[in-house]
Nanobody, 120 residues
Framework: QVQLVESGGGLVQAGGSLRLSCAAS????????MGWYRQAPGEQRELVAGISRGGITNYVDSVKGRFTISRDNTKNTVYLQMNSLKPEDTAVYYC??????????????WGQGTQVTVSS
């Protein structure tokens, strides 16, 4: 079993920054790719950024150049640095992890979510 615990959400003005963290515990050796999803009210959950164990990253177009995903394998932690935040970034952000050999687009484990609210 794997547990993912997010932290770092909150309220910020447009143009501001937040850093989300996700600490993994349990059978962390069982997964490879990690990532961040978000879900706004009335919208589908979308993959914002993903990172492989080796550090290969990918982003949804709307956050490229503003968000940076990183991970520290020694701490079993993944981060999402969010800069130049926009009101449309407002959502619940979820940490996710996929089993070894699977894409982060098919996550096996989910965190509980952390609210990010960007005011205009």
């Amino acid at each position: 079993q794997v547990q993912l615990v997010e932290s770092g959400g909150g309220l910020v003005q447009a143009g501001g920054s937040l850093r989300l963290s996700c600490a993994a515990s349990g059978r962390v050796f069982s997964f490879n790719a990690m990532g961040w999803y978000r879900q706004a009210p009335g919208e589908q959950r979308e993959l914002v950024a993903g990172i492989s164990r080796g550090g290969i990253t990918n982003y949804v177009d709307s956050v490229k150049g503003r968000f940076t995903i990183s991970r520290d394998n020694t701490k079993n932690t993944v981060y999402l640095q969010m800069n130049s935040l926009k009101p449309e970034d407002t959502a619940v952000y979820y940490c996710a992890a996929a089993r070894s050999g699977q894409s982060i687009r098919i996550p096996t484990y989910w965190g509980q979510g952390t609210q990010v609210t960007v005011s205009s």
